[in-house]
């Protein structure tokens, strides 16, 4: 297991545009982030911060002040939602110590603005309360495998998979608005058991399942190639047919009608990101 690089850093900002469609805004207590997700596409954060060259996983750097500047941020910006986060998890372990994203949301509420929280961790159950007392709040968890002996293998250190539908029934049941992130269909492996993980969708209370592919950029396949080898080695040429060859697009286009036929079967609605 690779040791990880803790760093205490200072921030000018904390709320930044955020190039998702639907947000204003996005919010990254932490640069890096320690869950160590093989497919992960936010591996290009390397580049900051004196992280060049090591890897994605190793390090995280905690924004120590960056509840205060949220604060300050959000008196002065036009009010717009918010993504809790775009290339971090807010709740990784270290949220645990530094409670961030406890403080930044306090400061959401106090101030109105519309937030969207996404994460594979169930430490978020910590901040039930306040996300529960939030104006307006979206809260979904990331949930790309039925069975956790994949999960260990692409997520090594994030939360198990009934500990994260554990918590989005919780979290329904409060009354939150909660939805399950499919995301990415890793082919082989995400599709295999599309019936049992939809039904363990529906059994959380979810409404809505958004769907996402398995991105490549940002220095990602390498290292998806490489835990294919270490794990799935019947399909590392599927793999290099489909991303390095160029037929993920057709894969992904015969996927969706099988996961809407699903999605409708455990009255769940789907929405996708590709």
Aim: aromatic share 10%; with cysteine; proline share 5%.
């Amino acid at each position: 297991m690779t040791s990880l690089k803790v760093k205490e850093v200072q921030c000018k900002s904390a709320l930044s545009p955020c190039g998702l469609p639907e947000f204003a805004y996005s919010i990254n207590p932490y640069t890096g982030c320690a869950h160590g997700c093989v497919y992960c596409y936010a591996r290009f954060m390397c580049r900051y911060g004196g992280h060049a060259g090591e890897e994605w996983g190793s390090f995280v750097d905690v924004k120590t002040n960056s509840p205060q500047i949220a604060r300050k941020d959000l008196t002065k910006n036009k009010p717009g939602r918010i993504f809790l986060s775009s290339v971090t998890d807010c709740y990784q372990p270290l949220e645990n110590k530094y409670q961030l994203t406890q403080k930044i949301l306090g400061a959401i509420k106090d101030y109105g603005y519309p937030v969207c929280i996404q994460t594979k961790s169930s430490l978020v159950q910590r901040d039930l309360k306040i996300i529960s007392g939030v104006k307006s709040c979206d809260f979904g968890m990331t949930v790309c495998f039925e069975d956790d002996k994949t999960r260990q293998s692409m997520e090594p250190n994030a939360s198990p998979i009934d500990d994260r539908l554990k918590t989005l029934k919780t979290f329904s049941e409060v009354g939150v608005k909660t939805f399950a992130f499919f995301g990415p269909v890793m082919p082989g492996i995400s599709d295999k058991n599309l019936p049992e993980l939809f039904s363990k969708f529906a059994d959380s209370e979810v409404k809505e399942v958004i769907v996402d592919r398995l991105n490549i950029k940002c220095g990602n396949l390498q290292p998806i190639l490489k835990a294919i080898k270490e794990h799935y080695p019947e399909l590392l040429g599927k793999y290099q047919e489909l991303f390095v060859g160029g037929g993920d697009r057709a894969y992904y286009s015969r996927l969706k009608p099988e996961i809407e036929r699903i999605a409708k079967e455990n009255g769940l609605a789907v929405d996708w990101c590709f």
